[in-house]
T-cell receptor, first 116, second 115 residues
Framework: DTGVSQDPRHKITKRGQNVTFRCDPI?????LYWYRQTLGQGPEFLTY????????KSRLLSDRFSAERPKGSFSTLEIQRTEQGDSAMYLC??????????????FGEGSRLTVL | GENVEQHPSTLSVQEGDSAVIKCTYS??????FPWYKQELGKRPQLIID?????GEKKDQRIAVTLNKTAKHFSLHITETQPEDSAVYFC??????????????FGTGTRLTIIP
């Protein structure tokens, strides 16, 4: 399967713990996005990368959230000192885009986080 | 930032009838308008998209219309089938300008096809 893969698919953690999610995009895609989705809502933008450069980070993202894409391939999203409000589905998406022409976003199956 | 409103939030349609979902957006610089379908527990998947240089695009039973002047676009599904039941999201992307390339999604429409 050459689609976007995310790991783990499910994570249950206690409040205050740190969690890390990994995303492997489609190999030739230069852009990688992180979105968060809560029940009954549309995906909410968190951050995105063009190759290894993090180009934008949502104001909604507190300092407890950090994302990296060190070699322009896979990405990690870390949440420190988790809170119950962090419980959501974390979606990764990738695309091949050039200036003036954004390509289709392909989503992974998501990583569901439950903070107890 | 971009504000996307989507209506209705829920829609029930008799099998075989048509369904229409509408979205409005605020940023006149937006130029890419995809629609995603998300089945329960699954990933969002692109079903159709339109760019601002066209007013309508059709793919079999699915069509999207765009009115840039009024800043709204719509998804039309004809001859609906039970497998069309899902949540549908519209999304909007502004003209490319590094640093502002994120899709903003609507709040979703839960479509139920009644057999």
């Amino acid at each position: 399967d050459t689609g976007v893969s995310q790991d783990p698919r499910h994570k249950i953690t206690k409040r205050g713990q740190n969690v890390t999610f990994r995303c492997d995009p489609i190999s030739e895609h230069n852009r990688l996005y992180w979105y968060r989705q809560t029940l009954g809502q549309g995906p909410e933008f968190l951050t995105y990368f063009q190759n290894e450069a993090q180009l934008e980070k949502s104001r909604l993202l507190s300092d407890r959230f950090s994302a990296e894409r060190p070699k322009g391939s896979f990405s990690t999203l870390e949440i420190q000192r988790t809170e119950q409000g962090d419980s959501a589905m974390y979606l990764c998406a990738s695309s091949f885009s050039v200036v003036g022409n954004t390509g289709e976003l392909f989503f992974g199956e998501g990583s569901r986080l439950t903070v107890l | 930032g971009e504000n996307v409103e989507q209506h209705p939030s829920t829609l029930s349609v008799q099998e075989g009838d048509s369904a229409v979902i509408k979205c409005t957006y605020s940023d006149s610089a937006s130029n890419y308008f995809p629609w995603y379908k998300q089945e329960l527990g699954k990933r969002p998947q692109l079903i159709i998209d339109i760019r601002s240089n066209v007013g309508e695009k059709k793919d079999q039973r699915i069509a999207v219309t765009l009115n840039k002047t009024a800043k709204h676009f719509s998804l039309h599904i004809t001859e609906t089938q039970p497998e069309d039941s899902a949540v549908y999201f519209c999304a909007v992307l502004p003209i490319s300008n590094f640093g502002n390339e994120k899709l903003t999604f609507g709040t979703g429409t839960r479509l139920t096809i009644i057999p």
